[in-house]
């Protein structure tokens, strides 16, 4: 994965910051300072990614197809797009996205996201060229950007911006995760998700958030059009974590655990948060999707909270990119245990090792690089601001857990101050 910063100068109550992509990347801090918004930033860049929405670049752009299709000449550019231009556009356009997820149109801020791209211009050249026997020839039309071309055989190529935003998709994939196949999805669950699986309608959303949302629920709830082989390590993760698994039974999700079966909406809040993610896990390869998750560990158990740092992980090393908000420490202690474990295979020889994570019921395959993990806290900077501080895991060989410090401290020092006035 390339090195892509995100820059905030001001986006929610965010204030000077930023931070680098990464494929699992962890947003703590108190309620309030936007560790939503810098996740929906990451966000947005996968959105971008996948590619429909650059389309509204070239609708920004108002380039005139027909004029550019009819000055066409073979071998040579038939549209330059100024990096420059593109690179100011994202900003804006991440801005109006937010906005559309928070549901607020009138969002103000100003970001960057710089992808490193090293040509000035975007040159999409245009090819046509007589194929087959003679006299049954049939014309090939193509347009290439970079090392990718999009070819049609008909009468006339399609004047329209589709070839190229789908040329441009493929390069910055290209250009962000070394190969343009790297990205197949990109979903948000936000909080209170579970209330919305009770639905069978859509709601009119007035936070597009949940609108993408439903768009995951469909996902969810329609057939396979193809078989999938599924992780079976995620699989089990599943299980632990809801003590059972969740199915759709007749149009209906439901929960079967211990061998009892319930509906969905008589199962445990922590069971309906998750249940999205059940669902999905349970039907789709994690492999190339990204995913924002909103407080995972809402409603669980400390215990549990373990096991779904667990499923996170696995999740992250079957090729998954994630970005998560989180208040849990006993969430973030658990995916410390799995970054120093991954540093402590190396240490031991295999059997120990094999023999201490059995003793302690891990799987191996829960180990996490530390390379792939990326933490940040939005430490409240004064005035109803926040500022991002990018926590070093290497140095301190640990997720730190800067955003709990200080209620331990205070919860510590209240119950020794009760104690003694008791004694007294």
Request: hydrophobic content about 40%.
């Amino acid at each position: 994965m390339e090195n892509v910063r995100f820059k905030i100068d001001k986006l929610g109550a965010i204030r000077n910051s930023s931070f680098t992509l990464s494929p699992l990347m962890i947003f703590s801090g108190e309620s309030g300072l936007g560790k939503s918004y810098a996740a929906f930033l990451v966000h947005y860049l996968f959105i971008l990614l996948q590619g429909d929405r650059l389309k509204h670049f070239f609708e920004f752009k108002k380039y005139n197809f027909k004029e550019i299709f009819a000055s066409k000449v073979s071998g040579k550019a038939i549209l330059s797009v100024p990096v420059d231009e593109f690179r100011q556009w994202i900003n804006k356009d991440a801005i109006t996205y937010i906005g559309y997820l928070i549901g607020n149109s009138q969002l103000e801020g100003k970001v960057s996201i710089e992808i490193p791209i090293k040509d000035k211009n975007f040159e999409f050249i245009y090819n046509e060229e007589l194929r087959g026997l003679n006299n049954q020839e049939e014309i090939y039309y193509s347009i290439s950007l970079d090392n990718f071309t999009y070819s049609v055989v008909a009468s006339k190529f399609i004047e329209d911006s589709t070839s190229f935003y789908a040329l441009l998709a493929a390069v910055l994939r290209d250009t962000v995760f070394g190969d343009y196949k790297d990205l197949s999805s990109a979903y948000l669950l936000p909080p209170s998700r579970g209330s919305l699986m009770e639905l069978d309608e859509r709601p009119s959303f007035s936070s597009g958030m949940y609108d993408e949302f439903w768009d995951l629920k469909l996902a969810i709830s329609r057939p396979l059009s193809k078989p999938t082989t599924l992780n079976s390590k995620i699989l089990s993760c599943v299980q632990t974590v809801n003590k059972g698994n969740i199915e759709r039974v007749d149009g209906k999700f439901m929960y079967f655990t211990n061998g009892v079966s319930m509906p969905l909406t008589a199962a445990a809040s922590s069971i309906k948060e998750l249940a999205p993610l059940t669902l999905f896990l349970n039907k789709y390869p994690v492999n190339k999707v990204s995913m924002l998750l909103e407080e995972p560990e809402a409603h669980l158990h400390p215990i549990r909270q373990s096991y779904l740092a667990d499923l996170i992980a696995c999740m992250v090393n079957g090729g998954a990119y994630l970005q998560l908000t989180t208040h849990s420490d006993y969430f973030l202690k658990r995916l410390n245990s799995l970054i120093k474990l991954s540093e402590l295979k190396s240490k031991m020889d295999a059997k120990s090792f094999h023999d201490f994570i059995s003793k302690w019921q891990i799987d191996e395959s829960y180990l996490l690089n530390v390379e792939n993990v990326a933490s940040f806290y939005l430490k409240d900077s004064g005035h109803g601001y926040s500022t991002i501080i990018n926590q070093n895991i290497v140095a301190d060989e640990e997720i730190p857990f800067d955003s709990f410090y200080s209620a331990i401290k205070d919860d510590m020092e209240l119950s020794r101050e009760i104690n003694d006035l008791l004694k007294s």
